[in-house]
C-alpha cells in the first residue's frame, strides 16, 4: 500500500490550503483515514481523521479551520484549512487503515502513512 501526498506548500497567515492523499496498492477496504502533522521536536499529533462512513474528528486546534472529506471510489483523503496561523507550520503526514494484500497473500490490516508534505504559514 502506497499513500502519496501533495498540496502543501508556503502560505500567509490567514490564507487557505488543501491536502489531498491518494491511497493505492492491493487494497480491500479502508476504514479510518486521517491527516497529522509533526514539527522538529515533538511528537505527531492528530489533525482531523474520517471514517469509511463519513464520521469526522477534529483536533481542539483545528475545529472551525479544517475540513476533512473523503472519495472512497478513488481512496482518496482531503483536508481543507483555512484561517492558518504561523503555528500550523509542520509536515503533515495522511494515514489509511487498510485490509489488504500482502506479498505473501495473505490479508493484513495496517495503518500506513504518507511521505509527508511541508506547510509553512508565513506571517
Known amino acids: 500500500v502506497q499513500l502519496q501526498a501533495s498540496g502543501g506548500g508556503l502560505v500567509q497567515a490567514g490564507g487557505s490550503l488543501r491536502l489531498s492523499c491518494a491511497a493505492s496498492?492491493?487494497?480491500?477496504?479502508?476504514?479510518?483515514m486521517g491527516w497529522y502533522r509533526q514539527t522538529p521536536g515533538k511528537e505527531r499529533e492528530l489533525v482531523a481523521e474520517?471514517?469509511?462512513?463519513?464520521?469526522?474528528n477534529y483536533a481542539d486546534s483545528a475545529k472551525g479551520r479544517a475540513t476533512i472529506s473523503r472519495d472512497n471510489a478513488n481512496n482518496t483523503v482531503y483536508l481543507q484549512m483555512s484561517g492558518l496561523k504561523p503555528e500550523d507550520t509542520a509536515v503533515y503526514y495522511c494515514?489509511?487503515?487498510?485490509?489488504?494484500?500482502?506479498?505473501?497473500?495473505?490479508?493484513?490490516?495496517?495503518?500506513?502513512w504518507g511521505q509527508g508534505t511541508q506547510v509553512t504559514v508565513s506571517s
Open positions: 474520517i471514517t469509511s462512513g463519513g464520521s469526522t
Open positions: 494515514s489509511a487503515d487498510t485490509l489488504s494484500l500482502n506479498s505473501d497473500s495473505n490479508w493484513v490490516a495496517a495503518r500506513y
Open positions: 496498492g492491493s487494497i480491500f477496504s479502508i476504514n479510518a
